[in-house]
């Protein structure tokens, strides 16, 4: 009988921190031996192993009981919690739109299913991974109460109350798609295993000149647009400013394409397989088909600046007559 | 999908869980071991699960409201708690904090809503 307690006693021990060990198992030690007093006294009876055992689990799990002795009794608390979650679920859905396009190309590229595995690590691998570093950093953060940051806040610094607005998701996302579009611009990245080379091809297209006397004004307009995002993102409060920037950034895109359209050529068709008949037409096909695309483009740069200028000039409105009120 | 009872029991445990520390500490103005102490507070109506005592009992020690020092007593050696100087003073602010609060849910439950 007096085994089972010591045993029981010794495995308290073994999960508590070694200087307080001892103490704490002498005062278990003591109230367990009161308690089997207390039980023998109302049953009249000294106890059986049964009896014991009973009290014992009574008493609770080894493990449950030592960490009850434990400073920190939680790994995220109440208070970083909603960080932790808001960043998992943001990284959870950067994660799957990266895994979804990944493995779209690697499909397009019609890659065998072993190469395919080799590109992209499997999910269940990526999913745990990104839980175990997320909730790590939040555990730190937790652990060595450097949580002050994260509940730092200015309340003039909310977006305003009413109105459309894009999410930040969506805002990170179209900076992300431009930073991708400035580094092919620039030739850091290639997508030639995409796009096969143009003598590999029946048909191939690429780029007129016309676009390399543009390719700073092009620049600066994606890079605006990454200002805007930014801007978006960290001070949603700055509407104005917001709304300026993209307006400038419509307008911006406006006259770069309008002195573009001028060029009447954008893009190189040719192909080793095409009749040497067919070959105008068809790079009048494309010319038709780029001028379209260019002047609807210029249409709904033009719409969208509009719309920001009419949502600027509500959201003025309603600031004035807030403000009278 | 949680029953009433689970919802109640829920409640239940975290309303007295405050309450609990201010049992603990009033009680301890006279010396315990942690038997007796326990004892005590289900005498007066205030049942204690030991897993739940002594970690807090530790926990109000190295916060410096409680001392201990270990002596024998029938025989066997026992830890016995009492309320330090210091306990004794967040004790009487608490004790007015608790007063305080009673009163107004006693208004708030006793009043028209």
Redesign the interface.
């Known amino acids: 009988m007096d085994d089972l307690i010591r045993r029981y006693v010794a495995a308290v021990g073994r999960q508590l921190p070694a200087k307080q060990a001892a103490d704490i198992q002498a005062e278990l030690m003591d109230e367990l031996a009161s308690r089997v007093e207390e039980r023998e006294a109302q049953l009249g009876r000294p106890l059986t192993r049964a009896d014991v055992e009973a009290l014992l689990v009574e008493f609770g799990n080894p493990l449950l009981v030592a960490g009850r002795y434990r400073k920190t009794q939680h790994l995220i608390g109440p208070e970083v919690f909603p960080f932790w979650w808001a960043t998992l679920k943001v990284v959870f859905l950067i994660a799957l739109v990266a895994y979804a396009g990944t493995v779209a190309v690697n499909l397009a590229l019609d890659r065998p299913a072993e190469e395919l595995k080799q590109v992209v690590p499997p999910v269940a691998i990526v999913v745990v991974y990104l839980f175990g570093l997320i909730t790590l950093v939040f555990a730190a953060f937790e652990r060595f109460g450097k949580t002050t940051w994260l509940l730092d806040w200015k309340p003039a610094r909310l977006p305003p109350a009413r109105g459309k607005r894009r999410s930040r998701f969506d805002l990170g996302l179209d900076a992300v798609m431009n930073l991708i579009f400035l580094a092919w611009w620039f030739g850091l990245i290639h997508f030639r295993d995409l796009i096969p080379a143009p003598q590999q091809q029946a048909v191939w297209v690429e780029m007129a000149p016309v676009w390399a006397a543009w390719r700073w004004p092009i620049a600066v307009y994606s890079a605006w647009q990454i200002a805007a995002d930014v801007v978006g993102v960290v001070r949603p409060d700055r509407v104005r400013l917001y709304t300026g920037l993209v307006i400038g950034h419509c307008l911006f895109g406006i006259a770069i394409l309008s002195q573009i359209l001028a060029a009447g050529h954008w893009l190189a068709v040719g192909g080793s397989q095409i009749p040497a008949a067919t070959l105008p037409k068809l790079q009048a096909g494309f010319d038709i088909g780029m001028r379209a695309g260019i002047v609807l483009t210029m249409i709904g740069l033009a719409v969208r600046a509009g719309l920001e200028g009419w949502r600027g000039y509500r959201a003025a409105q309603a600031d004035r007559l807030a403000v009278a009120a | 999908m949680p029953t009433d009872g689970d919802i109640f029991e829920l409640l239940r445990l975290e309303l007295r869980r405050g309450s609990l520390i201010l049992a603990v500490l009033g009680q301890l103005r006279r010396e315990h071991?942690?038997?007796t102490l326990r004892k005590a507070l289900g005498d007066a109506g205030v049942e204690i699960d030991?897993?739940?005592l002594?970690?807090m009992l530790?926990r109000l020690e190295s916060q410096g409201l409680l001392e201990s020092e270990?002596r024998e007593e029938e025989k066997?050696?026992?830890?016995f708690y009492r309320l330090s100087g210091q306990g004794q003073d967040v004790l009487a602010r608490l004790t007015l904090e608790w007063r305080t609060l009673n009163a107004a849910i006693t208004d708030i439950l006793e009043g028209d809503a």
């Not at chain 2, 066997?76 to 830890?79: G, Q």
């Open positions: 071991y942690g038997y030991e897993g739940a002594y970690p530790r270990w066997r050696n026992k830890r």
